[in-house]
């Protein structure tokens, strides 16, 4: 343990207060009697006292402290009080399910109050004490609300269904929150994807991601033009701001979706889907855990190759368009409840949970060799001068016998930085290693790359990622016993593409590491 001294002084801007400011007058006193501090008490969050003194705003751990004077919270009677704020398609089903099952779990009772349609909260109580312990609050509307509210305190906790733009980052920065771009501000709790729906009845199965654009563009206009009859397309999408929007918008682009008038809106993507699946000539962009009775197109590449949206390619990310769940909190710090909930949501046991409630969970699989079939025919299919089959005989030999986890590692758009879904994995095959799940056994981290540029290049490009990456596992997995378990890299450059070259989004699924299990 730190010097309390030292814990004082330390410890700037690290606290967000969970009581409401007194701008009382307290004195704070270690237990020993031989160090007192003074200032207006900013709040107490159940273990932590914020205060503003003559040496700025400090923190001090309530366990090393007595508080003095009438602004002194009553510490037996705390209630952490937590708000949420954002997406409306996560609060109204995978939050309620997470907390119900947070709540079980720590042995307390759970209850429900609604204030409006989109605003309620839940009430934690212990019933050995008999007491309120929590209160976690919810406003359901969309993510860039959410990120409003966070800067204008009105919440803790932030449900996105996309990641957080760069302005919202710079507002929240200003205002004292932290970084929310970095990688420990921001928590996948599930994943979804863009997907584009046809009817049943609909024969075309794959599309091009510049013809659904152009499609939707009104560029497009006849079902003959992507290879169907010759049947005008009706155009269907999400209202704007509205559940899967958020990420169509990003994934597809706001020009497209939100400019043309012909476009039937939908407030709910279950409506959307309905829509879609009664009408033979509609050509909807949905999301793939609502699909409903809607059929999802593969995504067509120029080469040939098409990725379709499953809950494998949806966790390794093989399929373009997946579209992660996350909640982002303040680098400030949360009441010991909500930082336990923040952790039971990131956890294996609450995987389950969410794949009960209806989306798609991030725990990792195996996927054997023998079901990776048409990914190698595919990479004997696109073998040419410079990757040739030998190269494909040591990528078999090297894999022979090992299992691929769905935790895959891809990288943001013409940078070394690993994108969101990538960081979770990171984190998530960190505490694997810590909780020894893969004691006495090896995972190889193999490297993949585009085949833009010499293949000799591409080849080292993808084992420098490679590392990068068992590196940066490595090093998350502070507590893991290095002996235990084997790390190694291997590396392949372009010998197994999953997607063409010629788009942009193709490039980027190329650009990969993997991680097998032998």
Not at 77 to 92: D, L, P
Not at 137 to 160: N, Q, T, Y
Not at 228 to 242: F, W, Y
Not at 270 to 281: E, I, K, N, W
Request: hydrophobic share 45%.
């Amino acid at each position: 343990m730190i010097p309390f001294r030292a814990a004082v002084f330390a410890a700037f801007c690290l606290c967000a207060a969970a009581v409401s400011a007194t701008a009382d007058e307290v004195t704070l006193t270690s237990r020993e009697g031989t160090v007192t501090i003074s200032g207006e008490l900013l709040g107490y969050d159940g273990e932590f006292y914020r205060l503003s003194t003559q040496y700025g705003i400090l923190t001090v751990d309530g366990t090393r402290v007595e508080c003095g004077g009438e602004g002194c919270p009553d510490v037996d009677a705390y209630v952490a009080e937590v708000g949420f704020a954002g997406a409306q398609r996560m609060g109204e089903v995978l939050m309620p399910a997470l907390i119900e099952s947070f709540a079980i779990r720590n042995g307390l009772n759970l209850s429900r109050d609604d204030t409006g349609s989109d605003d309620f909260t839940y009430v934690l109580r212990d019933p050995e004490a008999d007491r309120v312990v929590g209160r976690f609050g919810f406003r359901l509307h969309s993510s860039a609300e959410g990120f409003a509210d966070l800067v204008a305190e009105e919440a803790d906790i932030v449900m996105s269904l996309r990641p957080v733009l760069a302005r919202e980052a710079r507002l929240a920065r200003t205002a004292g929150l932290g970084d929310l771009v970095s990688g420990d501000r921001a928590r996948i709790v599930a994943l979804d994807a863009v997907v584009p729906l046809v009817a049943l009845s609909n024969p075309v199965r794959d599309i091009s991601l510049e013809d659904l654009r152009a499609a939707f563009r009104g560029e497009i206009g006849s079902w003959a033009e992507l290879g169907g009859p010759d049947q005008p397309i009706a155009l269907h999408a999400m209202a704007p701001g509205m559940g899967i929007a958020q990420s169509a918008t990003v994934d597809i682009g706001e020009d497209v979706l939100e400019s043309n008038d012909a476009i039937t809106r939908h407030e709910s993507a279950r409506d959307l889907a309905s829509a879609v699946a009664d009408d033979p000539d509609a050509l909807g962009i949905g999301s793939f855990i609502e699909q409903g009775d809607a059929v999802p197109l593969a995504l067509r590449g120029p080469c040939g190759t098409s990725s379709q949206a499953s809950e494998t390619t949806l966790k390794t990310e093989d399929y373009p368009l997946t579209a992660p769940m996350f909640l982002y909190t303040p680098a400030v710090r949360l009441p010991r409840l909500a930082r336990e909930f923040m952790s039971f949501a990131g956890s294996p046991a609450a995987q389950p949970v969410i794949e009960r409630a209806g989306f798609v969970d991030q725990f990792p699989r195996a996927i054997p060799l023998d079901d990776q079939g048409e990914r190698f025919a595919n990479a004997i299919r696109r073998a040419g001068v410079e990757t040739d089959l030998q190269d494909l005989q040591q990528l078999v030999s090297a894999l022979s016998g090992k299992s691929r986890l769905t935790l895959t590692f891809r990288f943001e758009n013409a940078s070394s930085a690993l994108d969101a879904q990538s960081r979770s994995n990171v984190a998530l095959l960190s505490a694997a290693l810590e909780r020894g799940v893969f004691d006495q056994r090896s995972l190889v981290f193999v490297g993949f790359g585009d085949g833009a540029g010499p293949a000799g290049i591409n080849r080292r490009l993808s084992n420098s990622r490679a590392r990068t990456v068992r590196d940066a596992v490595r090093a998350s997995a502070e507590s893991a016993d290095p002996d235990r378990v084997n790390l190694r890299v291997e590396a392949f450059g372009e010998a197994m593409p999953m997607a063409c070259d010629e788009t942009a989004w193709g490039r980027r699924v190329n650009r990969r590491v993997e991680v097998w299990i032998e």
